[in-house]
């Protein structure tokens, strides 16, 4: 009965375990900062993770709201809870520097009085009736309030910016919990003057709550495309970030789905956000930290020889090997000028440091023929021994540096005995690779150089990676066109090299008409392929030097610079383009398009962005004109 007992237990077990693998496998875990109760972060994040899920289709996504007290979150990072977590700048900084956490994946655009932003900043204000206090330098002494000393931008920030410009704040700080008790504190008397986080202001002001003529803002910032008033430098919103754990494939389809998401969906209106962005610079939130001395910069690390090693045991490593190569011929020169000689012990010792170092070595004499190279040598360029000694190290040459770079790399060697950078050379088989180069001149006696040796490693792998994540970052990872952010540097660029020239800039904003029909009838998988095929078609349709972007979903913008007059028949030719079939197995796919035309240069300077401003709006009412139409944005 015992046995029996024992045998139904271990089988139950193996099931349960089974199950959890299972279920781990096909779930991802987001892990939320609440700065909110959490039945409110979860009503109003859950209808992102659904939209997550469904986009994933093989990944069910969960919501884990975690508190900022009582380390949540440090528990849940430590127990391998969660997949991904979206928390504040600060917070993030702090977990990055206690936790193997790599860099932002993205950064969230939120929408703050009906405007989506990516960055914020911190506000000083006071009121009008204080003509005592019209700069930073003012506030020395003055009773400040504040929302809280954790809240970067109603607080931080703006410590931070008077300490950037030499004033120090002595006086009492009363902190409020909300901002808008702090413009209350202001406004009536009880404080000198207040610290809030940008788009405070105008939030009260479109809720009838507050004059705008009774507020003076002191030391006042202009950012452009930063809608709100501000008084600090800008700082990028909340991180959402990839924990390790979490496969580079899975990575790359959250990241393409949430640079998908639209402001208007769903998810994103009640989440209160305008979709994500490419991940922002968060080097000026530790700066800030630093300065402040603020978690996770509060007390001074502590160093140790582990510490040491496990930051900088690379360069250790080399320093060591080329320490150990130049012992050894300094030795041998010793030895060849004194008529000594070393034990075999010590040569064999020295040959195997040679011999067996990862980097590859290569030692020459004082005109630059080889004289002697490592396995690691023949390992990374193919050459063999044999097929270089006596060569000089041109025959590596990739032809990719002119012939100023090696004047210039001579002209180090001669005055400092030294040259370090990346170069890129040829292998035996003709592949071009980048390697990491240190040459070093070694001195005889009479101070005269005797030979030179070089140390280096391939670092091909690295500069391929830099490449790959420069493509994500500008195209888009369905149709492989330009994303948002690549067209409005060239639209910029467009738009610049048209002042210079007489000739027109055309924008078109195109907008599939029955796409959703083909997702919801056929599946996202026929949905993709049906975008992409037709991305092909239209990038046939360009001219050189046009563009053809996509925003996300089934939006696209073409731009066509350098035209003489106005070029409808160019959209047409898209128009057509697009309603052509699309077969995809048995099926027979169509949609039309609806495009709106704008051009440029026009009467009044404008930005790339009210540029497509433009032709966003002449794209709806081609729709609104009954669809496959081209419409053309009229000027007031």
């Known amino acids: 009965m015992i046995q029996g007992f024992t045998s139904s237990f271990f089988a139950v077990l193996g099931l349960t375990l089974a199950f959890n693998t299972l279920h781990a496998a096909e779930t991802l875990t987001l892990g939320v900062l609440a700065y909110l109760p959490k039945a409110q972060m979860i009503s109003r994040y859950q209808p992102l993770v659904d939209y997550l899920s469904d986009q994933l ?68 204000i006071t009121t009008t009736q204080r003509p005592d206090i019209n700069t930073l330098k003012d506030l020395s002494n003055m009773r400040i309030a504040a929302a809280d000393p954790r809240s970067l931008g109603g607080f931080q920030a703006q410590v931070f910016e008077a300490i950037s410009q030499g004033v120090e704040l002595y006086g009492p700080i009363d902190y409020l919990k909300k901002h808008d008790l702090v413009v209350n504190a202001v406004l009536s008397g009880k404080a ?47 991180p959402l970030v990839a924990l390790p754990q979490l496969a580079p494939h899975d990575v790359r389809r959250i990241a393409s789905a949430l640079l998908a998401l639209r402001a208007d969906h769903p998810a994103a209106h009640i989440a209160r956000i305008g979709g994500y962005d490419p991940p922002a610079d968060y080097l000026p939130v530790e700066e800030l930290a630093r300065a402040l001395r603020v978690p996770p910069y509060d007390r001074p690390p502590e160093f140790t020889l582990e510490d040491i090693w496990a930051k900088y045991h690379y360069e250790i490593v080399i320093i060591l090997v080329a320490m150990s190569i130049i012992a050894f011929l300094l030795f041998l020169l010793w030895r060849r000028n004194n008529e000594l000689l070393s034990s075999s012990e010590s040569l064999r010792r020295a040959a195997s440091v040679f011999t067996h170092a990862r980097e590859g070595i290569a030692i020459t004499d004082a005109c630059g023929a080889i004289l002697d190279v490592n ?47 990346e170069i890129w050379n040829r292998r035996k088989n003709g592949e071009v690779y980048a390697e990491q180069l240190t040459i070093s001149a070694v001195l005889g006696v009479d101070g005269e150089v005797e030979s030179y040796v070089g140390l280096f490693s391939d670092i091909t792998p690295q500069k391929d990676h830099l490449r790959q994540l420069e493509h994500m970052a500008h195209f888009d990872a369905l149709t492989g066109l330009p994303n948002r952010l690549l067209l ?29 029909d083909i997702n919801d009838n056929h599946g996202h998988e026929m949905g993709d ?22 925003l996300g979903g089934d939006e696209f913008v073409a731009v066509f610079p350098g035209i003489l007059n106005e070029c409808s028949y160019l959209f047409t030719r898209l128009l057509e383009a697009i309603g052509q079939p699309v077969h995809a197995g048995e099926s027979v796919l169509n949609v039309t398009a609806s495009i709106g035309i704008t051009y440029y240069p026009q009467s009044l300077d404008i930005s790339p962005d009210e540029l497509l401003d433009q032709a966003d709006q002449a794209m709806y009412l081609a729709k609104k004109k009954g669809m496959n139409q081209i419409h053309l944005f009229e000027l007031n």
């Not at 655009?109 to 000083?124: A, D, M, T």
């Not at 392929?529 to 996509?550: C, H, N, P, Q, V």
């Open 57 to 124: 289709g093989d990944r069910k996504v969960e919501l884990l709201p975690l508190a900022y007290d009582g380390d949540e979150i440090e528990a849940a990072l430590a127990s391998g809870s969660i997949d991904l977590l979206l928390t504040n700048p600060s917070h993030f900084i702090k977990l990055r520097t206690q936790n193997d956490l790599s860099g932002a994946m993205l950064t969230q655009v939120v929408v703050r009085n009906g405007q989506p932003v990516s960055v914020f900043g911190g506000v000083i």
């Open 488 to 516: 409005t540097d060239r639209l910029s660029q467009a738009m610049l090299q048209t002042h210079r020239s007489s000739q027109l800039l055309a924008v078109g904003y195109i907008d599939l008409d029955g796409f959703k």
């Open 192 to 238: 000198d003057a207040g610290f809030i986080r940008s788009g405070v202001l105008e939030g009260l002001v479109r809720a009838k709550k507050l004059d705008l003529n009774r507020i003076k803002v002191l030391n006042p910032q202009k950012k452009d495309n930063f809608p709100f008033l501000l008084s600090t430098r800008l700082y990028p919103e909340w």
């Open 529 to 550: 392929l049906f975008l992409t095929t037709l991305a092909s078609r239209m990038k046939k349709i360009m001219r050189e030097g046009d563009t053809i972007a996509r």
């Open 375 to 421: 396995e690691a040598f023949e390992r990374i360029t193919g050459f063999s021994r044999e097929d270089v000694i006596g060569h000089n190290p041109r025959i590596l040459k990739s032809g990719r540096q002119d012939s100023e770079f090696y004047q210039a790399m001579w002209q180090d060697l001669l005055e400092c005995q030294e040259w370090k950078g």
